[in-house]
């Protein structure tokens, strides 16, 4: 193609763009011109539709206030009705349903809630006078029916239902009591064995536990409603007067060292004995019954329910206390011994019971007034038993055995030692509070007892006037003390050395008593020298007749009169009494065959006999 056509081409296709381009812009021109007649239009509809949109949005708005009122309406209506049931519930009391009684004084705090948050509501305020003024005549009754379900169940406990808790090892036994000190009572070792028993007692419900759970949402509302001072008098005063009249029940009464001093030790030693179990009952069963109950009724207050339980116990412990204080101060006596051991052992037995239950920092002062007792009665007993030395070596007694037999302070004496070895455990560890060798210090104190009694015994020998029956008065109880030793555990701490020293003792006194009582007998028997002048002789010895025959008469009337004399002697042991026969028998029986043989053909039947 040639440059002419090429630029003709050219030319044609350029004029047909500028068509293009001029058609174009004339639509785009009309499409302008009708946009902005749309524009002018939608204009004069906005302003014409203003006044109805207006008037559209406020009627919505009056709506949607409409349902708001409405609700809030129905929510103060419903508040109103729940109100006014929960009135009537209240008016009726709790005795008939006590759980909706609680329900309804829920539902009133729930409305002085609701009221008090919505004050801009007209007459809010009458509402809350009237809603809190019910409220607090619920709580009224609330603490008068608390009072009240306490009381029902506050009578004190029998002393039967008490014992019944108590293991049967335990339980006293007719009449024991009245032999609870005295050291020749076989019943004192029995009962002090029962009580080292490891023993259970059985559970004692001192309120039913099936009303635990009323009285505790009993409480629980009246903290709720800050009545805690009322709830705090009330439970205080009721369970303080049960746990008392309880005591009282049993026996306990609260005594001074006065009170002790001015009784018969026979009413003292009842009491006493009564006063071991009483406070076995009353720790075991009263107090550990009692804690429970504090715990679960007053569970959700701490402060108030260890404060409260410390006022409940607290003059109940005192008198309980007060006995053994009082026994503690009292003047020593030996037969009190034995009953200050029992009740040192029943506190210690106590003890792990006591931290328990007054473990709280309110309780301190009784734990520390039971830990002093015990300490107290530890330091009585330990002072009363070193008294008992003096009191063997010194007692004065002018009461007289005729018969030469055992002594009654022996008997006495020896019977206190042997029961201080049922004791063994508790005086090693009474001694070993002291800082001193339990059975060191036993022994030596055991020893020394011994002694007193056999110097004592020796004053009380030279009462008689025949040396024989002194000699046999002291083999008897010498061998006594020897025999009653070797029976005991009092062996162990004074040693076989002691034993056999005190039996040759025995030997000693039983050879004495041969020498003084046939001497001068055995003397008849024995014919030396020649006859008397005028005298007939015997040939075969070279005696006289006459003096053959008035020895022999001289022999038979000694004997009668030494067998009616010691014929109302007593050897009371019966292997001694044999032993000492053999002894006699082995001295005479030779000496008179010997004489009945050399000058039986000179002397008559009636000088032999």
């Known amino acids: 193609m040639g440059l002419p056509q090429a630029m003709e081409l050219l030319r044609g296709r350029a004029t047909l763009v500028r068509e293009s381009l001029e058609k174009s812009q004339t639509i785009t021109e009309s499409m302008v011109s009708i946009l902005g007649s749309f524009d002018h239009r939608l204009s004069a509809l906005e302003t014409a539709m203003r006044p109805t ?50 329900e309804a004084i829920n539902q009133l705090r729930s409305n002085v809630k609701f009221f008090s948050s919505n004050t801009n509501f007209k007459s809010v305020d009458g509402v809350l006078n009237h809603v809190n003024n019910l409220l607090a005549k619920a709580i009224t009754k609330l603490e008068e029916e608390f009072k009240q379900i306490l009381m029902n169940y506050s009578n004190p406990v029998e002393p039967d239902r008490l014992l019944e808790c108590v293991p049967n090892s335990l339980r006293p036994s007719p009449g024991s009591p009245g032999q609870q000190g005295d050291p020749n009572s076989k019943n004192r070792s029995d009962n002090h064995r029962k009580s080292s028993e490891n023993v259970v007692y059985t559970t004692l419900d001192l309120i039913p536990p099936r009303v635990l759970p009323l009285l505790s949402d009993l409480a629980e509302q009246l903290v709720q409603a800050g009545h805690q001072q009322q709830l705090f008098r009330i439970y205080r005063d009721i369970r303080a007067s049960f746990l008392e009249q309880s005591l009282r029940k049993l026996g ?66 005192a008198i309980l206390l007060s006995f053994g204080d009082a026994i503690a101060k009292s003047k020593r006596q030996p037969e009190k011994l034995f009953v200050l051991l029992d009740m040192y052992e029943i506190m210690r037995e106590v003890q792990p019971e006591i931290e328990s239950v007054f473990e709280s920092k309110a309780c301190l002062e009784m734990r520390e007034s039971a830990l002093s007792l015990t300490k107290r009665l530890s330091q009585t007993a330990i002072e009363t038993f070193v008294d008992f030395e003096e009191a063997v070596e010194k007692d004065a007694t002018r009461t007289a055995v005729l018969d030469g037999t055992v002594h009654p302070l022996t008997s006495y004496v020896i019977n206190y030692v042997k029961f201080l070895f ?8 009474l001694f070993q509070e002291e800082g001193a060798d339990g059975d060191a210090q036993l022994a030596t104190i055991t020893t020394r007892i011994v002694q007193a009694l056999q110097t004592n015994l020796d004053g009380k020998s030279k009462q008689y006037k025949d040396p024989a029956l002194t000699q046999l008065f002291l083999m008897n109880n010498v061998h006594y003390i020897v025999r009653s030793v070797r029976r005991t555990e009092a062996k162990d701490l004074l040693g076989d050395d002691w034993v056999q020293i005190h039996r040759r003792i ?28 005028g005298g007939g002789l015997d040939s075969s010895s070279g005696i006289s007749r006459a003096n053959v025959k008035d020895r022999c008469k001289t022999f038979n009337a000694q004997f009668e009169e030494l067998h009616q004399r010691q014929s109302q002697w007593t050897v009371p042991d019966s292997e001694l009494r044999e032993s000492l026969r053999l002894a006699v028998a082995e001295v005479l029986l030779p000496a008179y065959r010997s004489f009945v043989r050399r000058f039986g053909h000179v002397l008559s039947y009636k000088h032999l006999f």
């Open 422 to 429: 049922d004791y063994r455990l508790t005086l090693k560890q």
């Open 252 to 317: 306990v009464e609260r005594l001074s060292k006065d009170d002790v001093q001015k009784m018969q030790w026979e009413v003292l030693e009842a009491k006493i004995g009564n006063w071991t179990l009483d406070m076995r009952v009353a720790v075991k069963l009263l107090l550990t019954g009692e804690k429970k109950i504090c715990e679960k009724v007053l569970g959700g207050v701490e402060s108030l329910r260890e404060q409260c339980f410390a006022e409940v116990t607290a003059n109940s412990v």
């Open 53 to 102: 949109q207006i008037r559209t949005h406020s009627i919505r708005k009056a709506h949607e206030n409409i349902d708001k009122a409405l609700k809030t309406a129905e929510v103060i209506l419903e508040q109103f009705d729940l109100a006014r049931k929960a009135e009537a519930k209240i008016l009726r009391g709790p005795h008939e349903d006590l759980e909706s009684y609680l």
């Open 506 to 533: 025995v030997q000693q006194h039983a050879n004495q008593y041969k020498r003084v009582s046939w001497a001068k007998i055995l003397q008849c028997l024995t014919v030396q020298g020649g006859a008397p002048p």
